[in-house]
């Protein structure tokens, strides 16, 4: 199953998730790259069709990370564990979601969750 890599909202910056994804695939992990200005509805299309093991969500920006993106998330089994990264998910209270500090962190937690 693969890892579902995004930047959400209206998110420009997609750097750190192209490094992330180059990381990942360095450690043979299938990944579905969405990269910057992603919507939800792109999110959940492709989560339903494609029942990632895992989901990154980046937010550089505050404006750009909204708690609902990871509630909104479609319900599936089984559930893929969900990151979010970037210093846009500082202020935000969120439940369902692992926040990673590093592109270290991000790459152990998500091999975890992909059970390697």
Do not use: Y
């Not at 994804?21 to 069709?49: D, H, M, S, W, Y």
Request: hydrophobic share 50%.
């Amino acid at each position: 199953r693969p890892v579902l890599i995004a930047s959400i909202g209206e998110e420009t910056h997609s750097l750190a998730i192209t490094a992330l994804a180059a990381a990942l695939a360095e450690r043979g992990i299938a990944i579905q790259f969405l990269g910057a200005r992603t919507p939800q509805g792109a999110i959940n299309e492709v989560v339903r069709k494609t029942a990632p093991a895992a989901i990154f969500l980046w937010a550089q920006l505050k404006k750009n990370a909204d708690a609902e993106i990871v509630t909104g998330l479609p319900a599936m089994r089984p559930k893929p564990v969900v990151f979010v990264g970037g210093p846009g998910w500082d202020a935000c209270e969120l439940q369902g979601a692992e926040r990673v500090e590093d592109l270290i962190a991000a790459c152990t937690h998500i091999e975890r969750a992909v059970g390697l």
